[in-house]
């Protein structure tokens, strides 16, 4: 591979302590071309990855991924499982390109996304995750990003009560899935999706060897309540991260069917405060750091280590992703 060299153009954090910051990788090399950048994942793969374990996000800027089948190609040289999307209990509504590529989330452009781990508010979740930018917007579609570990250290100082409660009891969410897909919504995938079934019986099967509660509405949208889920995880080199969905569902689960604020509990059902949740998102988004896209950008994260997030945007924003799991790392 001597004609392929990536140079590593900045280093996050800049000796700031709080800072989420990517690491950005660039092409030196004049041989451009999307096989010279698999030739280079395949020799670099497991650097790569170990940069992710620390850095917890790593942007490709300026390579000549130029399509979602370049895409395709870009994250299969990683090698790592594909988390298939439509086997998992994701509840954004999303559309697929190729078997692991999908549109990020269909949610209408001032819908805010805010900070998640993906599919931290449930059972299954992916270890990395990949974005490619097709079409960056005309303004905003920024997407944060924040690093768990640096908010845990933050929160232990700020809210040592709660963190000791989280760690203890751990967190359980609720939710109302309605029973059609709603577009209008970043929460909107139908039960029917969601559990992969369109009759109630076997979908009470799911939910019932999940430990999860449920009770049918009026409507035939489907409420949920999940069996307490970790709010605190401690990753394989020893570092302990804010692994949960609390400020994405406390701040953003809101719709005709769902009130954010109610959405969340300790995992004995006790109420969290919302001061301390307020303080919690005011945390993170001094940590944080906002991706402006530029088109055929990819960003890789490490999904246990950094959460992300999208902002409203104007204009036709076209973000792609894919779900993986490295099985070498294993997620517990
Ligand atoms: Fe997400």
Redesign the pocket.
């Known amino acids: 591979m001597k004609s392929v060299s990536a140079d590593i153009l900045s280093l996050g954090p800049k000796g700031k302590k709080n800072d989420s910051e990517p690491l950005v990788y660039a092409f030196a090399s004049n041989k451009k071309t999307v096989n010279g950048l698999i030739d280079w994942i395949g020799v670099e793969k497991d650097k790569i990855i170990n940069n992710l374990n620390t850095h917890g996000a790593i942007l490709l800027r300026g390579f000549p991924v130029e399509s979602d089948l370049d895409f395709d190609a870009v994250v299969n040289a990683f090698e790592m499982k594909n988390l298939d999307y439509r086997d998992t209990l994701s509840n954004?509504v999303r559309i697929n390109r190729t078997p692991r590529i999908f549109t990020?989330?269909e949610s209408p452009p001032d819908v805010s996304?805010f900070l998640?781990h993906?599919?931290a508010q449930t059972t299954l979740y992916p270890s990395h995750?990949f974005f490619y930018c097709e079409q960056p917007s005309d303004a905003g579609g920024e997407t944060p990003i924040c690093r768990s570990d640096l908010l845990l250290e933050e929160l232990e100082n700020d809210l040592p009560l709660f963190v000791k409660k989280i760690r203890k009891l751990g967190v359980r969410y609720t939710n109302v899935i309605p029973s059609e897909v709603d577009t209008g919504s970043g929460q909107g995938r139908s039960w029917q999706d969601t559990l992969s079934t369109s009759e109630k019986m076997p979908a009470e099967t799911i939910l019932k060897d999940l430990n999860y509660n449920w009770r049918w509405l009026d409507d035939d949208s489907l409420k949920i309540t999940t069996c307490s889920l970790p709010a605190i995880r401690v990753l394989p080199n020893g570092i302990s991260v804010f692994f949960n969905q609390l400020i994405a569902a406390f701040k953003g689960w809101n719709d005709k069917r769902n009130k954010a604020e109610q959405s969340i509990s300790f995992g004995d059902g006790s109420e969290i405060s919302k001061e301390d949740m307020i303080k919690v998102c005011e945390l993170s988004d001094g940590i944080a750091f906002d991706l402006f896209w530029k088109k055929n950008d990819v960003l890789i994260i490490n999904n246990m280590m950094v959460m992300?997030?999208?902002k409203p945007f104007f204009g036709k924003r076209s973000v792609l992703?894919s779900l993986a799991i490295d099985i070498k790392e294993g997620l517990d």
Do not use: D, M, T
């Open positions: 954004a990020a989330n996304i998640h993906e599919l995750l992300h997030g999208r992703a």
